[in-house]
């Protein structure tokens, strides 16, 4: 009987001993193989990897750190594991130089910048802070009055300004600076007393949000964003800027000679009023789902 017992509790334990997983399945921490790595690096986005294995030590003191800046880092940088023990990983793992256990990697944007190795201390702010400083930074900080030359300045690709109260460049529009690049050109001003606004020709507003306004390619009409300001909602946008099927809203006065009509035209390609309405109720949906600070402007 107690040996039967016994075979049943060591058998109850086998499947946690036999994959003794370091990162809980929730985790936002996702484990990465040779495919899924490969497939990271190509997206050309910033990340975090962790080579662990799950014998050692200072990999399991490190989880609940790493997790926490895993958390805090979503949706903006993703944070990965490699098990290094893994058969099948051991030649990624030999690839990216891995000679001990843990070893953290950041690489700034995917396989087109050469990864760093993080030698900072193992906690939730320290990597936080690490990898939040290494997204490559490809937005123009503007004043007020530098926003026209730079709207004019490039016209053949969309462009995107944020409006800000922030003297900082957010990271949010770091990393969506990062994914467009070459693309789209991204864009921040500090807006004091609405002088960005008005420099813009939108109208003064009583929200205190930050505002985003896009000019489409080879336009320098300004055209105010009105969905979330998150990274999901506003990659959606930008890539329906860039494969025409945004819809570009004619400005708020009606058309009242030739030249307003004929700009009107030029925005071709607009989604019909249902999808219209099915883009903002995605917008707003994923507006309330989703309350994570770091992804706020
Ligand atoms: C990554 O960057 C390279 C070089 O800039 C580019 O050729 C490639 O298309 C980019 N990939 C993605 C998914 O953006």
């Given at each position: 009987?107690?040996?039967?017992?016994?075979?049943?509790?060591?058998?109850?334990?086998?499947?946690?001993?036999?994959?003794?997983?370091?990162?809980?399945?929730?985790?936002?921490?996702?484990?990465?193989?040779?495919?899924?790595?490969?497939?990271?690096?190509?997206?050309?986005q910033t990340?975090?990897?962790?080579?662990?294995?799950?014998?050692?030590?200072?990999?399991?003191?490190?989880?609940?750190?790493?997790?926490?800046?895993?958390?805090?880092?979503?949706?903006l940088i993703?944070?990965?594991?490699?098990?290094?023990?893994?058969?099948?990983?051991?030649?990624?793992?030999?690839?990216?130089?891995?000679?001990?256990?843990?070893?953290?990697?950041?690489?700034p944007r995917?396989?087109?910048?050469?990864?760093?190795?993080?030698?900072?201390?193992?906690?939730?702010?320290?990597?936080?802070?690490?990898v939040s400083l290494r997204v490559p930074n490809h937005v123009a900080k503007?004043?007020?009055?530098?926003?026209?030359?730079?709207?004019?300045?490039?016209?053949?690709?969309?462009?995107?300004?944020l409006?800000t109260?922030e003297?900082k460049v957010p990271l949010l529009w770091k990393v969506l600076g990062n994914k467009y690049k070459?693309?789209?050109?991204l864009g921040t001003?500090?807006?004091?007393?609405?002088?960005?606004?008005?420099?813009?020709?939108?109208?003064?507003?009583?929200?205190?949000?930050?505002?985003?306004?896009?000019?489409?390619?080879?336009?320098?009409?300004?055209?105010?964003?009105?969905?979330?300001?998150?990274l999901?909602?506003?990659?959606?946008?930008?890539?329906?800027?860039?494969?025409?099927?945004?819809?570009?809203?004619?400005?708020?006065?009606?058309?009242?000679?030739?030249?307003?009509?004929?700009?009107?035209?030029?925005?071709?390609?607009?989604?019909?009023?249902?999808?219209?309405?099915?883009?903002?109720?995605?917008?707003?949906?994923?507006?309330?789902?989703?309350?994570?600070?770091n992804?706020?402007l």
């Amino acid at each position: 009987m107690l040996t039967l017992q016994l075979l049943a509790l060591s058998l109850a334990m086998l499947p946690s001993l036999a994959s003794a997983a370091l990162f809980p399945p929730d985790s936002m921490v996702k484990l990465l193989d040779a495919k899924g790595f490969k497939k990271v690096m190509k997206a050309n986005q910033t990340s975090i990897v962790a080579f662990v294995a799950p014998w050692c030590g200072h990999c399991q003191k490190m989880v609940p750190e790493y997790s926490k800046a895993a958390q805090s880092l979503h949706p903006l940088i993703p944070a990965y594991a490699v098990d290094c023990d893994d058969n099948k990983n051991k030649r990624l793992c030999a690839d990216q130089h891995v000679q001990g256990f843990p070893t953290v990697k950041v690489y700034p944007r995917g396989n087109q910048v050469p990864a760093m190795s993080y030698e900072g201390e193992r906690t939730a702010s320290a990597f936080f802070k690490y990898v939040s400083l290494r997204v490559p930074n490809h937005v123009a900080k503007l004043k007020p009055e530098e926003i026209n030359s730079w709207i004019e300045k490039d016209t053949d690709k969309p462009r995107a300004l944020l409006l800000t109260k922030e003297k900082k460049v957010p990271l949010l529009w770091k990393v969506l600076g990062n994914k467009y690049k070459g693309e789209l050109q991204l864009g921040t001003v500090k807006d004091e007393k609405g002088k960005a606004l008005r420099e813009i020709g939108l109208k003064k507003s009583k929200s205190k949000e930050s505002k985003v306004v896009i000019y489409p390619a080879r336009s320098t009409k300004p055209v105010l964003y009105e969905g979330a300001t998150k990274l999901e909602s506003l990659s959606k946008y930008f890539d329906s800027v860039l494969d025409g099927t945004a819809d570009f809203p004619v400005a708020e006065e009606p058309a009242t000679d030739d030249t307003e009509s004929k700009a009107s035209e030029e925005t071709t390609a607009s989604p019909t009023d249902d999808e219209q309405v099915v883009l903002e109720a995605k917008e707003a949906a994923a507006d309330e789902s989703t309350n994570r600070p770091n992804d706020e402007l």
